[in-house]
């Protein structure tokens, strides 16, 4: 950045490659704060599922008093294993966008793993449902 005089008023003459560089770092450095706020957030998500996974499993058959515990514990477990996968996932996807920041690129989130994900939840959904529905 150059100070000139010019009359009675300074001016200031900015370095347009100074400029457009800290814009770039200052980009780099939110994309890389968000990045990591939704790693976490895929954490908290796979603790919530820990969380559920042992409601169901564990804490609803005796509450209930129920003589059938299996398809708790399958339930229970099915919440489990989606919080690994989130858990895996999120760590996947911090790494894949880190790695894309360094090479200047962009990548999308897998349509497999969107729609592993959603599959997993509708499956666990249905099953949640008959358990509160169906069971008596």
């Known amino acids: 950045m150059n100070l000139s005089c010019s009359g009675s008023h300074p001016s200031i003459v900015l370095d347009v490659t100074e400029l457009h560089a800290a814009e770039t770092a200052d980009a780099t450095r939110r994309t890389r704060l968000a990045n990591e706020r939704t790693y976490l957030a895929w954490w908290r ?50 790494r894949a966008v880190e790695a894309a920041l360094e090479q200047g690129v962009f990548v999308p989130l897998s349509r497999l793993a969107v729609l592993g994900l959603a599959a997993g939840g509708v499956a666990l959904g249905v099953l949640t449902f008959v358990l509160v529905v169906v069971s008596p």
């Open 45 to 94: 998500t796979a603790l919530t599922a820990f969380a559920v996974s042992l409601g169901v499993g564990k804490i609803v058959p005796d509450v209930a008093h129920k003589s059938e515990r299996w398809p708790y514990a399958l339930a229970g477990a099915g919440y489990a294993l989606l919080g690994v996968v989130f858990l895996a996932l999120g760590l996947r996807r911090e």
